[in-house]
C-alpha cells in the first residue's frame, strides 16, 4: 500500500444515475492510497445515492485505517451536507458561501 496521497475529482452529477459508477471508482482509489482525497469542486448535483458513496468511503476508509478527505465542496455538495446536519460525520472543514 502506497503512503502517497492520492487526489480524484468529481464532476457533474452525483445521483443516482452515476452511483454504481462512482462507487467502484472511489472504492478502487481508495484501496490503491492510505490517503484518498476527492476534489468535489465540479459536482453540480448530489442526490441521495450520490451521498451514501461519500458515506461509504468515509466508513471504508475509517474501517480499513485509511484516511478520505473531501475538498472544495462545490455549492451543491455544501447545500445537502448542511441540510442533513452531516458536516461532523465527514470532518473535513467546509467552506460556507455566502
Same mark, same amino acid.
Given at each position: 500500500?502506497? +503512503?502517497? /496521497?492520492? !487526489?480524484?475529482?468529481?464532476?457533474?452529477?452525483?445521483?443516482?444515475?452515476?452511483?454504481?459508477?462512482?462507487?467502484?471508482?472511489?472504492?478502487?482509489?481508495? !484501496?490503491?492510497?492510505?490517503?484518498?482525497?476527492?476534489?468535489?469542486?465540479?459536482?453540480?448535483?448530489? *442526490?441521495?445515492?450520490?451521498?451514501?458513496?461519500?458515506?461509504?468511503?468515509?466508513?471504508?476508509?475509517?474501517?480499513?485505517? !485509511? +484516511?478520505? !478527505?473531501?475538498?472544495?465542496?462545490?455549492?451543491? /455538495?455544501?447545500?445537502?451536507?448542511?441540510?442533513?446536519?452531516? /458536516?461532523?460525520?465527514?470532518? *473535513?472543514?467546509?467552506?460556507?458561501?455566502?
Amino acid at each position: 500500500m502506497s +503512503e502517497d /496521497v492520492t !487526489r480524484i475529482s468529481i464532476a457533474g452529477e452525483m445521483t443516482i444515475y452515476r452511483a454504481a459508477d462512482l462507487k467502484v471508482t472511489v472504492l478502487d482509489a481508495l !484501496r490503491k492510497t492510505r490517503v484518498l482525497e476527492i476534489d468535489l469542486s465540479g459536482v453540480t448535483e448530489l *442526490d441521495t445515492a450520490g451521498l451514501q458513496v461519500l458515506m461509504l468511503a468515509k466508513q471504508t476508509a475509517a474501517a480499513d485505517q !485509511r +484516511e478520505l !478527505r473531501l475538498l472544495q465542496h462545490s455549492p451543491a /455538495v455544501v447545500e445537502i451536507i448542511e441540510m442533513l446536519d452531516l /458536516v461532523a460525520f465527514f470532518g *473535513d472543514a467546509v467552506l460556507i458561501h455566502a
